[in-house]
């Protein structure tokens, strides 16, 4: 199994950030910020009734969607934006696996091009969800 460079993963529980870190959170497209990691983001800077985007010390991605994919306009938008800004390091959580009711399987997959950013983190389940997928391919 490929091996998980710990240095990439998201820590378990996020506490306090560097000035340069952004916290990356799953959120609602009304922007109410109430439960999960969306209401601790509200302690760096996330913003009532901004449902997507850079606010604060903070990334919203919006998942709460019947489906995953509708998801993934949001996801390119956030890895577009992370390219943009390399001085800054995304501590990404587990979108859309909490109150949304999405699985890493259904999630991970949308972050596969973030992966190989060096200033983006995920969650241990995606990066392991990725390297399982990443060993099932045809050589």
Not at 69 to 98: M, N, Q, S, W
Request: glycine residues 10%.
């Amino acid at each position: 199994m490929n091996e998980i460079r710990t240095e990439n993963v998201t820590p378990d529980r996020i506490t306090r950030l560097e000035p340069d870190e952004i916290f990356v959170f799953g959120s609602n497209l009304a922007g109410h910020h109430g439960g999960g990691a969306a209401r601790q983001a509200m302690e760096w800077g996330a913003r009532w009734g901004q449902g997507s985007g850079l606010q604060g010390q903070t990334y919203a991605i919006p998942t709460m969607f019947e489906e995953a994919d509708e998801i993934r306009p949001y996801v390119d938008e956030f890895i577009r934006f992370a390219r943009e800004h390399p001085e800054k390091h995304f501590l990404v959580t587990e979108i859309g696996c909490g109150i949304a009711g999405f699985s890493p399987e259904e999630i991970a997959p949308l972050f596969r091009e973030a992966a190989e950013m060096e200033n983006v983190r995920l969650p241990r389940r995606f990066r392991q969800v990725l390297a399982r997928s990443q060993e099932a391919k045809p050589s």
